[in-house]
């Protein structure tokens, strides 16, 4: 019988927990994007994770752990309570001064994130994982590109038509646009919210890789260290 979706996303979590359980605890940093729609930036962070050896989060898997309090209870044990107190202050401070209010998928969000990001080794992409995560504990990225451009991405992606792609992109940033700001009160277009923001149609992916990997505290020692091995 084919496993549904929540099924597949708790046989991921549990190979993940397995996986956290064996791994040391990591100094290496958490990478978040957040992706203009038709940017390419799901390319960019994927190719990022694969150079670092980073496990890889998109917005769909960090969606359904939050959506499912069992499997996000899954995550949350994985980690010992002292490790995730930092993470729960801040958590708590964010709401207390930020958020207008976080409701129950807002706080299995939070957490999972929380979690995720003290296990280090990630590239977290959407679901705002740039305003939960400490400054001092990410580097943020936003990806962007020009309208026309992100369109015909699209368009070439999906094989429709320019006016199908057009209206697919506007809503897809319109959605993640109130999603920021209702759930963190700022908008997700504010370069003041990122480290370092990349527009793909001023250099290629290989360029933007390198980069994003350069702009990490000791980036060539951290490639010749840990991912060239």
Known sequence: MEKNKEEMVADFIDAQV????????????????SVSPGSGGLIIARRVAEVLKFDFFDRDIINMIA??????????????????????????????????????YLEHLMNVVGVLAKHGHAVIVGRGANFII????????????????????????YEVPMETARRRVLHRESRRAAFVKQSFHTDVADPENYDLVI?????????????????????????????LK
């Open 18 to 33: 397995e996986k956290w359980r064996s791994r040391k605890k990591s100094d290496l940093p958490v990478i978040t994007f």
């Open 134 to 157: 400490p400054p001092a504990e990410r580097l943020s990225v936003r990806v962007v590109a020009p309208l026309e451009l992100r369109v015909q991405n699209i368009a070439q992606a």
């Open 67 to 104: 959506e499912h309090a069992h499997i996000s209870d899954r995550v949350i044990l994985s980690i010992e309570k002292e490790r995730l107190s930092g993470i729960k202050d801040f958590i708590a401070s964010l709401v207390d001064e930020r958020y207008l209010y976080p409701g129950i």
């Open 199 to 227: 527009n793909t149609a001023k250099s290629d992916n290989d360029a933007n890789v390198g980069a994003i990997i350069g702009a990490i505290s000791g980036g060539k020692k951290l490639i010749e260290k840990n991912c």
